[in-house]
């Protein structure tokens, strides 16, 4: 795997087109009969269009140009040939019609499986990926980018083929009506494959200008509407229009640059063309004069003159919508080589049945160090903010806690953490924002790795586990849920495939059957987009649910009732308390009143284990656990 880096924005460009036409081609192989059958049907399009100004020479030179033959022959003669270049025309727009028809289901067809794939990929890559880099950006890639490409597929790689056959048919024709004029003409190529080839290299570079500010700006877009509500609160909107102007801005100049690339090769290529023309004009009319030419003749050498011209304009174009989708497909092809660093092992430990045993050994992690192998790997920051070191931990923090995290994360989030949960035990994970919480839970589910040390279970290295095996042994249930467009049973069980009559009784053993009975359809209400919308509490229960139907050997809650109604929190709890039995769970709770039902508590402070005991014992100790606890009850 050729991992270039996803947003090396600076190295686009770099990897040679040769290696990208190899992995564009790998797409197009399983339609070879398709490509080979619009390459047949090229062949009929450039036969029937090079037949037609023969044709009229022929009808100049044998029945218009001669009065010493018979009216009726010459108009018998042209009604022949004006049969034959009607059927001339629609052969080439029958084929031109199955032709185009072809094309658009082969191109659609291979977007259709680069998309899937580019989407596979996305969702298979680590956590800290997302973190690294905006949500706009990799949307560009799947939307944009990928559109570029079919425009390519479906206008450019075959009718490129048709363009070119037509101009090598073209120079062949003019060579047997009249070899002299066909090479006068022919001075003029070097100086138009010249223009094309300057310009080719100069709209590359422009479209991959453009191409690039318009990922800016989709990733400032999807950032700041997705948070509208954070602008609209801290009053940003000043600030968001105002960026939003530079960007936009920017991104108008680049486009305007490509314009102007267009609009001054355009006409060139017109004032070629004519050139060529009067040139052709003056010299033919001298040969037609002389009678070493027909006017048939010269007036077939015109169409051709004007059909070859055609084509080195399309070419131009053609190759300008060319440069455009390897810019899209250099961008495409680093994403989809750019792998994640969670593996599965090759070989992965498989284990039935898990009774839940955890150990942390001497692990210690860093966002740090985590992004130090990015830019190892070659990976370059663009603007993307790396994430903060506690994501979920609470409520936002000042410019001094702020302050305060930067200099942890220089030192380490977490640090020396040794920890061994007992199987079924149920522990509960405190500490103030920042403290290393919800990173240390974000190790055991492996969106990370630790930096250093090992996390154990049942005795065994967790990089052991496939990694989607581990993440139905471990059930995370965090604030945020994604709600599926369905009903509320199909969101529950999701892949498991439980059975109606089992979720059932999965929701009535935990007391969470109270929340469905309160929506108008029970099971079979639909949810998420066009139907009903659940409330913070109710997508909790949700979101708890669907964890029990995978029934894990470890339950983790990360601030599952921190943003809950009370009578949501009460079911919650009922359910948390009905599900915690025989079960290694673990709490992280803002609320420190939900955390003494634990076994054992532990306290973190600046990504160490501060406190261990249980709710009395660090009570009596005065610590920096009592100290919470008082705050919490002042807020309060």
């Not at 690339?261 to 004032?271: K, T």
Request: charged share 20%; glycine share 8%.
């Amino acid at each position: 795997m050729h991992n270039f880096g996803y947003f090396e924005e600076g190295r686009v460009g770099k990897v040679s087109d040769v290696r990208i036409w190899q992995r564009i081609l790998s797409y197009c192989r399983p339609h070879k009969l398709g490509i080979f059958s619009s390459i047949f049907l090229s062949l009929l399009i450039t036969c029937a269009t090079l037949a037609l100004p023969r044709l009229m020479q022929l009808g100049i030179d044998r029945y218009i140009a001669v009065a010493d033959q018979d009216t009726a022959v010459r108009l018998a003669g042209l009604a022949n040939l004006a049969f034959i270049y009607g059927g001339a025309v629609l052969l080439a727009f029958a084929a031109g019609f199955i032709q185009v028809v072809l094309l658009e289901y082969i191109g659609q067809s291979i977007m259709h499986r680069l998309r899937n794939d580019l989407y596979q990929h996305i969702l298979g890559l680590d956590l800290a990926f997302f973190h690294r880099h905006p949500v706009g950006r990799l949307v560009t890639r799947l939307t944009n980018d990928i559109q570029n490409m079919h425009e390519m597929f479906t206008s450019v790689m075959v009718t490129l083929f048709n363009d070119l056959l037509k101009l090598v048919g073209i120079l062949v024709v003019l060579s047997f009506i009249n070899l002299r004029l066909a090479a006068v003409m022919a001075l003029f190529l070097p100086l138009a494959l010249t223009v094309t080839l300057f310009f080719s290299r100069l709209a590359r570079e422009q479209f991959r200008a453009v191409r690039s500010q318009l990922a800016v700006v989709n990733s400032f877009l999807q950032e700041n509407i997705s948070a509208v509500n954070l602008v609209q609160l801290y009053g940003r909107e000043l600030a968001s229009r105002t960026r939003f102007n530079v960007l936009n801005h920017e991104f108008m100049q680049r486009t305007l640059a490509q314009v102007r690339l267009f609009g001054f090769f355009m006409p060139l290529s017109e004032f070629l063309s004519s050139l060529a023309m009067a040139v052709i004009l003056w010299y033919g009319g001298s040969e037609v004069l002389k009678r070493q030419l027909t006017i048939g003749e010269l007036v077939a050498f015109f169409s051709y003159m004007r059909l070859f011209f055609q084509p080195m304009r399309d070419l131009s174009q053609k190759y300008s919508i060319v440069q455009s989708a390897l810019a899209s497909a250099e961008r495409i092809f680093q994403l989809l080589d750019t792998g994640s660093r969670i593996h599965s092992p090759e070989d992965p430990l498989c284990i039935d049945s898990v009774k839940g045993e955890i150990r942390f050994e001497q692990v210690g992690f860093s966002y740090q160090e985590d992004r130090g192998q990015d830019q190892g790997e070659g990976l370059e920051q663009s603007g993307a903010s790396a994430p903060e070191p506690e994501q979920g931990d609470g409520e936002e923090g000042d410019e001094q806690d702020g302050q305060k995290e930067g200099q942890q994360d220089r030192q380490g989030v977490l640090r020396d953490i040794d920890l061994q949960i007992r199987a079924g035990e149920t522990l509960a994970l405190v500490g103030s924002t920042g403290a290393g919480k919800s990173t240390l839970i974000s190790l055991l589910v492996r969106f990370y790795d630790p930096s250093q040390g090992r996390i154990l279970l049942d005795g065994h290295d967790l990089r052991d586990f496939a990694v989607s095996d581990l993440r139905r042994k471990i059930g995370l249930v965090l604030q945020e849920v994604l709600i599926e467009p369905d009903t509320v049973l199909a969101n529950i069980r999701l892949e498991t495939g439980m059975d109606r009559a089992a979720v059932e009784a999965m929701l009535a053993e935990t007391g969470m059957d109270a929340f469905i009975q309160r929506l108008p359809q029970g099971l079979d209400t639909r949810i998420g987009e066009g139907g009903l919308d659940l409330s913070s509490g109710e997508k909790q229960l949700l979101a708890f649910a669907r964890i029990l139907c995978r029934d894990p050997a470890v339950l983790i809650l990360d601030e599952a009732t921190s943003s809950v109604d009370t009578e949501a929190e009460n079911l919650l709890e009922q359910a948390v308390e009905a599900s915690f039995a025989g079960r290694t769970s673990i709490i992280i709770a803002h609320r420190l009143s939900t955390v003494r039902r634990a076994d054992r508590i532990v306290v973190m402070d600046q990504g160490r284990i501060a406190e261990q005991g249980s709710h009395d014992e660090l009570m009596a100790q005065g610590g920096l656990y009592a100290n919470l606890i008082a705050l919490d009850l002042q807020e309060r």
